[in-house]
């Protein structure tokens, strides 16, 4: 049986946080196991995988070959180019027409074009009359609608009930497979994890460069703090930031903190000594960063911070165990998971205890081995991926087939 797929990636901009990474990496492993295993399923089904880009259709082959131009800085990828020749971004472009373009989409579908449709996004652009697959990454804005904007919430309410026709929905933990069942009733025979991966450049060693990199943010190998997440209130940073301010002053000027991430919704209500520490080169905010940059930040930290109040996964956490970093995340939800049972878990409003575990990860740097960072990789091993890709080809097999 032959099954033909259209994957949403409207999720990929010029500059890609959690969901574009995700549907990215995704899509570029499901081409990849297309080539190495014909991309059959265990019963020999075959998987075709077609991308709609916001714009037009594409082919899978086209996509991953843009990416990894980029990637490599050989080429720009469409979202770089969209920007270039309309003028605007291309999220504000899909945003005002995308439902237009995908109702156009949908008689494509209709004709039967298409068996599968996988919205990456959460939800499909415009309803399409197909079999589709919702990606559904968490359910923060039913269980904390205060931490998103209003239009948010109502978008997602408004959309839940072609979850409830959907005949399997994807996810990324088992704690988001239990928070769909519990706010939204849907069985759990119907929900399926694909974990995300790790990319194997995470898993480098030291490289040349990584002091050059590190001078540029005035930090040194081992002696910082690192937190990676967007700066809106539902990160918990605050906290994070409470915590490190009540550390002792030598403390602080031995373990700056850096504080990596582009601005998200909401205000983020910083305690008020934070402007004093950042004038004073405690605290740093880098805003965003690309990979080669981050996978140095994470070699070099001393221990990585995660306290987000609520997470689909928490892929950042995963990625830092893959450079070997020490890992402090917050108990009691999906970051457990993301944490492999490497890292030190905390109460995520317990700004006390936040205090305590940067008080800990300083007085055991030194003491930091090869061999214990190499327990962090060989957990982080465990994400890949092809893994990843191969659970979703076949989910398609089973939508298309139940």
Not at 10 to 30: C, D
Not at 347 to 367: H, K, N, S, V
């Amino acid at each position: 049986m032959v099954v033909s797929v259209c994957v949403d990636v409207t999720p990929v901009r010029s500059r890609l946080t959690g969901i574009g990474h995700y549907t990215l990496e995704v899509v570029k492993a499901i081409f990849d196991i297309s080539q190495n295993e014909l991309s059959r399923s265990n019963n020999n089904d075959e998987v075709r995988v077609d991308v709609f880009d916001g714009f037009r259709v594409r082919s899978i082959e086209e996509f991953v070959s843009f990416s990894r131009a980029r990637e490599s800085g050989s080429g720009q990828y469409w979202g770089d180019r969209l920007e270039k020749q309309i003028g605007i971004r291309a999220r504000a472009v899909f945003e005002r027409y995308g439902g237009a373009l995908a109702r156009r989409y949908h008689g494509r579908i209709g004709r039967g074009r298409y068996d599968v449709f996988h919205a990456m996004n959460f939800f499909a652009p415009a309803p399409l009359g197909r079999v589709t697959i919702p990606e559904i990454y968490d359910m923060s804005v039913l269980r904390h609608p205060n931490l998103h904007p209003e239009e948010r919430v109502r978008w997602f309410n408004n959309r839940l009930a072609s979850i409830a026709e959907a005949p399997r929905v994807l996810t990324i933990s088992e704690f988001s497979a239990r928070e769909i069942t519990d706010l939204i009733g849907i069985p759990p025979e119907r929900i399926r994890v694909a974990y995300p991966g790790v990319d194997t450049r995470f898993f480098e060693r030291e490289q040349v460069e990584d002091g050059a990199v590190l001078s540029r943010f005035g930090i040194t190998k081992g002696q910082y703090a690192l937190s990676v997440s967007t700066l809106e209130p539902r990160k918990n940073l605050r906290t994070l930031v409470d915590a490190y301010c009540r550390l002792p002053a030598e403390r602080r000027a031995s373990m700056p903190l850096v504080l990596v991430g582009g601005a998200g919704w909401g205000e983020m209500h910083w305690p008020a000594a934070t402007e004093a520490l950042v004038r004073d080169g405690q605290i740093r905010f880098t805003g965003y960063v690309d990979d080669v940059v981050l996978r140095t930040l994470y070699r070099g930290a001393a221990g990585f911070f995660y306290p987000s109040i609520y997470e689909g996964y928490g892929m950042p956490v995963t990625e830092a165990l893959a450079c070997g970093s020490r890992v402090v995340v917050a108990s009691g939800g999906a970051v457990e998971e993301a944490a492999l049972g490497q890292g030190l878990l905390v109460d995520p409003l317990d700004t006390p205890a936040w205090t305590r575990a940067f008080e800990q990860i300083g007085d055991e740097a030194g003491g930091e081995t090869e061999a214990m960072r190499d327990v962090r990789r060989t957990a982080a091993a465990h994400r890949n991926w092809r893994e990843t890709a191969r659970i979703t080809r076949d989910v398609y097999i089973e939508a298309a087939t139940s």
